[in-house]
């Protein structure tokens, strides 16, 4: 069956329009030129480390003409989801800053006792230690219930990678004897919900642009198109053997997978 015209594309961002601090040779000049065709574009981080600005920043210091509402991440999509809830839940999150402030500028209420906490959140936290481990533990055996921001295993870093937020959910879940509840970030339902909705595009006719498997392609599962660009995690030998959801269409890099857009 073919596949809808993609009338929108969500682009992840390092590994696919950036490679840490370096642009993808011509990412930049292939995104304006969707821009100037009409076609809506979001950028999607599931690194919850860094607020919209702080990557508005990144991006337009690197020539992308974007604004802040073009950016969305798992952390938004999150306290998003949080504010939609009949009672505003108050939560403990093992996170770095930028998710606290995110919250507390939204007026989600946050705590460390466990009797008041109804969501632990677990996400990419470089500081996670054994007292937030306890914190997390006593509030999930008197009734929380635990959500987390993205689902990833590690986050790649120049060199290698860091234990991403995979690591403190099984690490709760071990010591809980609990099953998380949902993940805000892609590949989830929410998340292409959420993305759907800001770009004003039904969600079939979306394409999600990106360079893990894991999460940027599993978006094909809420029934987005998808796109990997090897240019990032992925290698062929690593997509050879995938057995999860496969990729609509495979390009060396974004500037090829834009002009198949734009044909």
């Given at each position: 069956m073919a596949q809808p015209p993609v009338e929108a594309c969500i682009f992840d961002l390092d590994g696919t329009v950036y490679l840490g601090d370096a642009v993808i040779h011509g990412a930049v000049a292939a995104i304006e030129r969707l821009r100037q065709t009409g076609i809506p574009v979001l950028f999607f981080s599931n690194n919850p480390t860094k607020n919209p600005l702080a990557y508005h920043t990144k991006l337009t210091s690197m020539g992308f003409m974007v604004s802040v509402e073009q950016i969305l991440t798992s952390a938004?999509?999150?306290?998003?989801?949080?504010?939609?809830?009949?009672?505003?839940?108050?939560?403990?999150?093992?996170?770095?800053?930028?998710?606290w402030s995110l919250l507390h500028d939204a007026g989600i209420r946050t705590s460390t006792n466990p009797a008041d906490i109804d969501y632990v959140l677990a996400s990419f936290d470089r500081t996670f230690d054994y007292p937030k481990l306890q914190i997390a533990f006593d509030a999930v055996r008197?009734?929380?219930?635990?959500?987390?921001?993205?689902?990833?295993?590690?986050?790649?870093?120049?060199?290698?990678?860091?234990?991403?937020?995979?690591?403190?959910?099984?690490?709760?879940?071990?010591c809980t004897d609990t099953t998380l509840a949902f993940?805000?970030?892609?590949?989830?339902?929410?998340?292409?919900?959420?993305?759907?909705?800001?770009?004003?595009?039904?969600?079939?006719?979306c394409l999600m642009i990106g360079d893990r498997l894991e999460t940027d392609i599993g978006m094909g599962l809420s029934g987005m198109q998808t796109a990997l660009v090897m240019t990032g995690a992925t290698t062929p030998a690593v997509l050879s053997t995938w057995q999860g959801h496969r990729p609509d269409a495979v390009y060396p890099?974004?500037?090829?997978?834009?002009?198949?857009?734009?044909?």
């Open positions: 938004i999509v999150m306290r998003d989801w949080l504010l939609t809830q009949p009672k505003i839940p108050t939560v403990f999150p093992i996170a770095e800053p930028a998710l008197a009734g929380a219930t635990l959500i987390a921001t993205n689902p990833d295993k590690y986050c790649p870093v120049p060199g290698g990678g860091e234990p991403d937020c995979a690591a403190l959910i099984a690490a709760i879940e071990a993940t805000a970030g892609k590949p989830s339902d929410l998340a292409a919900q959420t993305a759907a909705a800001r770009l004003g595009v039904p969600i079939e006719r890099s974004v500037v090829e997978c834009v002009k198949a857009v734009l044909v």
